[in-house]
């Protein structure tokens, strides 16, 4: 039986597959050589002779637990704060509201940092560091910044971010803390993108970790599938949405979920995979609804579901053939359907989420009312972070009573 701690095998490129180049895991590596993100393959037939579902069960409940299928060649090359095993919460009064009683949420808020990047990041940094990186290098929306800046920090190494001047403040304020390299750029993520980019070529020892300009943050994120399928008695639920901007997220589920199959522990379909997305920043849903296999950057992206304020993927044509090969859709909900979702869970279920999960939940019941979904569905909603993080998608207008004043009787 092996005993190595991963079963790593080479990188891959998304276009080219099987048909294209084996590319070395242990070096540092950015994209493959036509410019589509590298994707990490593993010897399944070892992973599966070395460790079983119950094993998996009698270990530690974070990330790690499924160190076999994610790329640290030693375990003290991990960096973690904690990260994973969030829970997977039944909301059977929403979904009444809704018509989905058998609705479920991953809540991704109760992470480190307070969103669902702390797992691309620790899985990340970790093999970053592993292989001498002296410092990372990232424009972000924000949360991903700032769970970079953290983990890069708990590693001991350098972090530059550049995020747009309207990323949420309290991101910022995460990445100073954690004594990260800052720098607010006038413009969106693209334009943080470009500028990170040609300092990368200035600094001896840094990676840019844009997203999926290397191949590990989506290996961090595929453990939301793992633990999903793991939650569920190694099954599979029939519908999953993901609020989408980059899309790692729906590409890393999708990747677990074929593994696990691949793995033979989990058998049927893989679910429904949906792209949730705002209707200010749409790219992915007009290339799915226009029957393309790439997006088109709209000309002026805009949403207060900030994390999905990305006008053109790295990764838009894995993200449609994650929707489109699960029988999946896109879909797009505006700002306020979403903020108002995110303020009817709260009532209904007493989470508050982030603005990007709320468009999920709005989607929900848009794709309920359309007879897409038809109510017998389990359905699983991602929501990606807390909504302490957006404390303005929360107004607070109420009375100020004087100190020797009353209460007035209850609401009638």
């Not at 994209?31 to 990490?40: F, K, N, Y």
């Not at 702390?118 to 560091?129: D, E």
């Not at 290397?214 to 399928?229: D, F, N, S, V």
């Amino acid at each position: 039986m092996s005993t190595a701690y991963s079963h790593l095998s080479h990188l891959e490129c998304s276009r080219e597959g099987t048909r294209g180049p084996r590319y070395d895991a242990d070096v540092v590596q950015g994209t493959s050589q036509v410019g589509a993100p590298l994707l990490a393959r593993y010897d399944l037939d070892a992973v599966a002779a070395s460790v079983s579902p119950a094993e998996i069960a009698t270990r530690a409940p974070d990330l790690w637990r499924y160190h076999e299928l994610l790329p640290v060649r030693d375990p003290a090359s991990v960096v973690t704060l904690g990260e994973g095993m969030t829970p997977l919460l039944p909301l059977p009064r929403h979904g009444e509201r809704l018509g989905v009683p058998r609705l479920l949420m991953k809540d991704e808020g109760l992470v480190p940092t307070g969103a669902f990047k702390a797992r691309g990041a620790a899985v990340g940094v970790s093999r970053a560091a592993e292989l001498g990186v002296r410092g990372v290098a990232m424009p972000t929306n924000g949360n991903a910044g700032a769970a970079w800046a953290s983990y890069a920090a708990r590693a001991g190494i350098g972090a530059l971010i550049a995020m747009p001047v309207d990323a949420p403040e309290i991101t910022r304020r995460e990445c100073v803390v954690a004594g990260a390299e800052l720098y607010l750029v006038d413009g969106l993520i693209g334009d943080a993108g470009r500028l990170v980019g040609a300092a990368v070529g200035e600094r001896e020892g840094y990676q840019d970790t844009s997203t999926l300009k290397e191949p590990y943050r989506i290996e961090g994120k595929k453990t939301m599938g793992l633990e999903i399928a793991e939650q569920l008695g190694w099954r599979f639920p029939d519908v999953l949405l993901y609020p989408t901007g980059g899309g790692v997220g729906i590409i890393a589920i999708a990747k677990a979920m074929r593994e696990l199959k691949e793995l033979g522990w989990v058998t049927g379909d893989l679910p429904r995979l949906v792209a949730v997305q705002a209707t200010g920043c749409a790219p992915i849903v007009d290339a799915y609804d226009a029957g393309l296999d790439e997006s088109t950057a709209p000309a002026d992206a805009h949403t207060i579901a900030f994390g999905i304020t990305v006008p053109k993927a790295l990764g838009d044509f894995l993200v449609l053939d994650a929707v489109r090969s699960t029988g999946g859709t896109a879909i797009a909900v505006t700002d306020d359907e979403l903020l108002a979702a995110q303020h009817q869970l709260a009532r209904d279920e007493g989470t508050w989420i982030c603005p990007e999960g709320g468009a999920c939940f709005a989607a929900v019941g848009q794709l309920r009312e359309s007879g897409w979904l038809d109510g017998s569905e389990e359905v699983v909603v991602l929501n990606t972070g807390t909504g302490l993080i957006y404390p303005d998608t929360v107004a607070v207008d109420v009375p100020t009573l004087p100190k020797d004043g009353a209460i007035p009787g209850p609401l009638r």
